[in-house]
């Protein structure tokens, strides 16, 4: 008996995680909770906290590598529309941290609102992006947040201002438990064009990226000045496969999964692009995603 116990409704014990990820791979979270509501997330993160169990954050599951022996202690997934409202007043933009980054996309493109058109296609949630500092060639997420509500492993919700926020390449110093809400400032634009460069930037999208795939976005960082898949595929790398795990032709920074893939053929075949990287250009790659 544990006090999660108490949270029955919403508990699901060495429940598989593969299904909740874009990969498909890895194995089962010892406790898997989808709180309801802030309330009673923060009564789960507070029973943790008190019992010393482990507390993890599953989004959009976009950027997660789950090992095959799973994960121990809590899991949580803000799955409840509670934690995905989005709310525009103006030119501001107050978004979930579960909320999907492209269903905010769309609401402000649809509000006459412009900046999030340029982070079209990128997957997982709010809290995600700002945690990861998500952007691409056309800019970041970070450019436009002015305050960010956070829950800390402790249970305790604190609100920090942008003067209070670090962001750089893929990072934030966002390192509280999770992103409860975030407020953003967008400048007002002519909705018709904002949705020819939201149309213009998935269709450049679309035709780089295997975003019908078993996937999980860019495996690797970008080292400065230079890009991470064009190094892999001048490794001539373009196309390994090691059990069920395959780098993209397409784009080599994306790794693909096949029926009967295993978390250890993901990691594998990283440990292998890193490796001849490394030895052909003498740069050691980062990796993006998270493995848990």
């Excluded at 213009?200 to 898949?229: D, E, H, M, Y």
Aim: hydrophobic content about 40%; proline content about 4%.
């Amino acid at each position: 008996m544990t006090s999660l116990d108490q949270f029955a409704e919403i508990l699901k014990r060495d429940e598989p995680l593969a299904p909740y990820t874009w990969l498909k791979v890895g194995g089962p979270a010892q406790y898997l909770l989808e709180p309801r509501d802030a309330a009673e997330l923060t009564r789960v993160v507070r029973a943790c906290n008190d019992e010393g169990i482990p507390v993890r954050v599953l989004g959009g599951g976009s950027n997660v590598v789950v090992r095959d022996e799973g994960v121990s202690g809590a899991v949580l997934r803000l799955t409840s529309p509670a934690f995905a409202q989005v709310q525009i007043s103006g030119n501001r933009v107050v978004a979930g941290g579960g909320a999907l980054l492209s269903h905010v996309i769309s609401e402000t493109v649809r509000a006459g609102l412009a900046g999030f058109e340029n982070l079209a296609g990128i997957p997982g949630t709010i809290g995600g992006a700002l945690h990861g500092n998500a952007g691409g060639r056309h800019g970041e997420i970070a450019q436009f947040v002015r305050r960010v509500t956070v829950l800390t492993a402790s249970g305790e919700t604190l609100v920090r201002t942008d003067d209070e926020l670090q962001f750089d390449y893929r990072q934030s110093n966002l390192d509280e438990l999770l992103v409860l809400e975030a407020e953003f400032e967008l400048q007002p634009d002519d909705p018709d064009q904002i949705s020819q460069r939201l149309k213009k930037f998935w269709i450049a999208k679309k035709a780089s990226q295997p975003l019908s795939s078993q996937t999980a976005g860019c495996v690797f960082k970008n080292p400065r000045g230079q890009r991470a898949g064009q190094l892999i595929e001048q490794a001539g790398l373009k196309g390994t496969r090691i059990g069920g795990a395959e780098i993209n032709d397409r784009h080599a920074n994306f790794i693909v999964t096949h029926e009967g893939a295993s978390s250890s053929d993901v990691q594998r075949l990283m440990d292998l692009v890193r490796s001849k990287v490394s030895e052909q250009f003498g740069v050691a790659l980062e990796p993006e995603v998270k493995i848990w």
